[in-house]
């Protein structure tokens, strides 16, 4: 079955930098695009950008762009997110999952899901 | 704020009907684009619920349905049972924001 495991939690200080893995299985990983979602404590789910597998083109939320980096590995099925100049407001848990579907007016969904990794900025 | 309005909260007995609205704008759901449904469990992964407005992956029960209307879209949750207690959010593309894919703010169903 398709499964999308993600690294372990993180602890990092604020202006520091955070590198989660999502590594995948069960599907050809080059044939479906990866997104990364955020959910900070108490609140709700933050779409941050995708990237496709297949060719590294990708796609950053607007209020992440500049100092959020998402790569893959083709020989391990895996995708990668780096977050850089880490704020306390960057405190939450870090999913991956896999998009699907899309068309003109069909926005892509995202099944299935990281179990996710849980990201402190502390001092 | 999120881009996509649910109420915070409902609640309903077991066996009972409610439903979960998600209420957009001109620039996301009233611009035609569809609502996908997903449900969270506390302390799990969201996992996908209802697709393309009104479409069960499988192994969703038919208990859930979806619908589109407006700028609007509910999930409808029919025979409740404890299980379904979690929190629901709904997803869907924004095209006044650079192309982006926004979510609704969660809503927390509990039963009763």
């Known amino acids: 079955q398709v499964q999308l495991v993600q690294s372990g939690a993180e602890v990092k200080k604020p202006g520091a930098s955070v590198k989660v893995s999502c590594k995948t299985s069960g599907y050809t990983f080059t044939n479906y695009a990866l997104s990364w979602v955020r959910q900070a404590p108490g609140q709700g789910l933050e779409w941050m950008g995708w990237?496709?597998?297949?060719?590294?083109?990708?796609n950053y939320a607007q209020k992440f762009q500049g100092r959020f980096t998402m790569i893959t590995d083709t020989s391990t099925n895996t995708a990668y997110m780096e977050l850089r100049s880490l704020r306390s407001d960057d405190t939450a848990v870090y999913y991956c999952?896999?998009?699907?579907?899309?068309?003109?007016?069909?926005?892509?969904?995202?099944?299935?899901w990281g179990q996710g990794t849980r990201v402190t900025v502390s001092s | 704020q999120s881009v996509l309005t649910q109420s915070p909260s409902v609640s309903g007995a077991p066996g009972q009907r409610v439903t979960i609205s998600c209420t957009g704008s001109t620039s996301n759901i009233g611009a035609g684009y569809d609502v996908h449904w997903y449900q969270q469990i506390p302390g799990t992964a969201p996992k996908l619920l209802i697709y393309?407005?009104?479409n069960r992956p499988s192994g969703v029960p038919d208990r859930f349905s979806g619908s589109k209307s407006g700028t609007s879209a509910s999930l409808a949750i029919t025979g409740l049972q404890a299980e379904d207690e979690a929190d629901y959010y709904c997803q869907s593309y924004d095209r006044s924001l650079s192309g982006s894919w926004v979510f609704g703010g969660g809503t927390k169903l509990t039963v009763l």
């Open positions: 990237i496709s597998p297949y060719n590294g083109n990708t």
């Open positions: 393309g407005n009104n």
């Open positions: 999952a896999r998009v699907l579907g899309g068309g003109t007016l069909t926005p892509n969904w995202f099944d299935p």
